[in-house]
């Protein structure tokens, strides 16, 4: 089991960036390899899946409304996962988490191929 901690969020105009950092303790990524993901529920909404990104940081997949605006990176050696953020828009505000898997072959979207989930981190876009 791995502990995860999302933090970067916050208040951000129309147009302006963002970068959300998730910080995983117990077992290392490197150790125990994990692929990692990011998903987001607006208020009302069901949560959605935004972008994965592979144990090794080589393979990533994203949501089609997010290719070109969102950018999904890890640090191992820091065992951190990165969500950078640009071009947003109010549609975009959502509490944003961070979750894990033990990494196996093929990066999903669904919530269920996730064993493990952050609190959440707040981000709202302003118009």
């Known amino acids: 089991q791995v502990q995860l901690v999302e933090s970067g969020g916050g208040l951000v105009q129309a147009g302006g960036s963002l970068r959300l950092s998730c910080a995983a303790s117990g077992r290392t990524l490197t150790f125990n390899p994990y692929d990692m993901a990011w998903f987001r529920r607006a208020p009302g909404k069901e949560r959605d899946f935004v972008a994965a990104?592979?144990?090794?940081?080589?393979?990533?997949y994203y949501a089609d409304s997010m290719k070109g605006r969102f950018t999904i990176s890890r640090d191992n050696a820091k065992n951190t996962v990165y969500l950078q953020m640009n071009s947003l828009k109010p549609e975009d505000t959502a509490v944003y988490y961070c979750?894990?898997?033990?990494?196996?072959?093929?990066?999903?979207?669904?919530?269920?191929?996730?064993?493990?989930w952050g609190q959440g981190t707040q981000v709202t876009v302003s118009s």
């Open positions: 979750a894990a898997r033990i990494q196996r072959a093929g990066l999903g979207g669904a919530p269920q191929e996730y064993s493990d």
């Open positions: 990104i592979n144990w090794s940081g080589h393979n990533t």
